[in-house]
């Protein structure tokens, strides 16, 4: 994507079968922006850095000690990319980036309408690549992956102490390829197992419904190129069917490009108030104000979670802070930072974080250093179920065996109304009669055992159990505070 000649990385519109948290890039008018435009942010001349200077000759003379003494033959290119990356890697900060010329052009392929991939956004954190959020209907949220989850194996292979775009190379693989991930759960014990089959997973970013009781709901599974002109489209398709009421939905959303979430706050935001503030390395700050005179003529309420992070951050905090709406679901990902890149000219490039953003009211929601995410107004934790994995029982489950893919199981038994009698893990008589339940009513050979066609379907179940809106607590907690608001 070219914006003036300068030719950007789109951070975080992809969640390609692994990628970079999504970020708050900077393109457009005004302020900060504008400077990153005219290249004074990132373009620094180091010829006129005395700190340089006075470090050159010790570069100068690994460059020529490896060069002529190591035993292995190496590459000029090899050696200033590890250089760069090196430096990358000194801020310890998980949003900056050095990718090579084969990464960088990876990354330009995967800005389709479409991908190849698993479906899921990830940062490094701890030294751990760490889910942020699965894509909304992608693989990964089919098999179970959740915000939090942190990645140790890729079929066998460590990710430990690896770049993201290291980590997310050994992840890549052929649509119907098979990646093995072993993930560490907060509150798990036991490290958990998930199969994940790649697969093609559109960009679509906008989602328009209504609801029973003329409830409009949006969903914004991320924030990209044409995301807010989608978001105007579908706002004005409620409207014209006479709405009430509006939930818009970025729980699990990443985040993505800043242009495109003040484009949005414009539609939303009355009164032309601040929607977020931008502060660089120097304390200078810049307000960004909406455009919207009046307030829309009926209430709005916005869901978040912990997969809410940087630019659905930015909304939520907007429309709560400066609209007065009121946000329901979970504590947010907090994540305050702004990234933009810079290219070379054999096209690898430099993603760094060069400003904060603050809320209206001036808070740094930043995990580190920050107040650690955006709070709601109304807490709703997510049921027991929703943490459970769906088995993929390469070998049937059958009675008397205790493991924590029966452990599962019976918690999905459990949410579907089919009463195993306990979630412990131990697959009792009770538990082989909710199986052959389940089996009967899906016209499946009631056999007590969940093998892997059982296993297959009763996935199926499940996710549409969790996406019915009946089922979903935090959205109808939602729906219910815009009706009494509507009255």
């Not at 030294?127 to 693989?139: A, D, E, M, V, Y």
């Not at 400066?322 to 504590?331: D, I, K, N, Q, R």
């Not at 054999?346 to 250093?369: E, Y």
Request: proline share 5%.
């Amino acid at each position: 994507m070219v914006f003036k000649g300068r030719t950007v990385a789109v951070i975080a519109i992809v969640a390609i079968v692994f990628s970079s948290l999504g970020t708050a890039l900077i393109v457009g008018k005004g302020g900060l922006i504008d400077q990153w435009e005219a290249g004074t942010l990132l373009s620094g001349d180091p010829s006129q850095d005395a700190s340089f200077e006075e470090h050159a000759d010790k570069l100068r003379q690994a460059y020529a000690v490896i060069k002529g003494s190591y035993v292995h033959e190496v590459s000029d290119q090899k050696l200033i990319d590890g250089a760069i990356q090196g430096m990358v890697s000194a801020l310890g900060d998980p949003y900056s980036a050095y990718m090579t010329p084969k990464q960088a052009n990876q990354f330009k392929e995967d800005l389709q309408s479409s991908f190849t991939g698993i479906g899921a956004e990830v940062t490094i954190k701890n030294g751990r690549l760490t889910i942020i959020s699965p894509i909304k209907g992608s693989p990964a949220e089919k098999a179970g992956v959740r915000p939090d989850d942190q990645v140790l194996k890729v079929n066998g292979q460590s990710l430990e102490g690896l770049d993201v775009n290291t980590a997310v190379g050994k992840i890549r693989g052929p649509k119907g390829s098979k990646a093995n991930l072993e993930i560490i759960r907060p509150g798990v014990r036991e490290p958990l197992h998930i199969t994940i089959v790649r697969d093609e997973i559109s960009l679509h970013t906008v989602e328009a419904t209504m609801l029973p009781d003329k409830i409009g709901r949006i969903t914004v599974t991320q924030f990209s190129e044409n995301t807010a002109k989608d978001f105007a489209g579908g706002l004005k398709k409620l409207e014209g069917e006479g709405m009430k009421g509006l939930v818009i939905d970025v729980r699990g959303n990443p985040g993505g490009l800043l242009p495109v979430v003040l484009e949005m706050c414009d539609q939303l935001v009355p009164g032309k108030k601040a929607v977020m503030i931008m502060e660089d390395k120097e304390g200078n700050r810049k307000t960004y104000t909406s455009k919207l005179d009046q307030a829309k003529p009926y209430p709005v309420t916005v869901l978040i979670d912990k997969g809410s992070a940087s630019a659905s951050e930015i909304l939520a905090a907007a429309l709560r802070e400066s609209a007065g709406y009121p946000l329901v679901g979970e504590t947010s990902f907090g994540k305050g930072t702004v990234q933009t890149t810079e290219e070379f000219d054999d096209g690898s490039n430099i993603k760094l974080t060069m400003a904060k953003w603050l809320t209206p009211k001036g808070n740094w929601v930043h995990q580190q250093g920050g107040t650690k995410g955006i709070k709601p107004d109304v807490k709703v934790p997510l049921p027991s179920y929703m943490h459970a994995i769906p088995p993929q029982a390469e070998k049937p489950l059958v009675r008397d065996q205790n493991s924590t893919e029966i452990k599962h199981m019976q918690t999905i038994l459990d949410a579907l109304g089919y009463n195993p009698g306990r979630q412990d893990g131990y697959f009792d008589e009770r538990t082989e009669q909710a199986v052959k339940a389940f089996q009967k009513t899906k016209s499946l050979p009631q056999t007590g055992q969940l093998d892997q066609k059982s296993a297959e379907v009763l996935q199926t179940a499940f996710i549409d159990f969790v996406r019915d809106p009946k089922n979903d607590v935090q959205l109808q907690v939602a729906v219910e505070l815009l009706k009494k608001k509507a009255k």
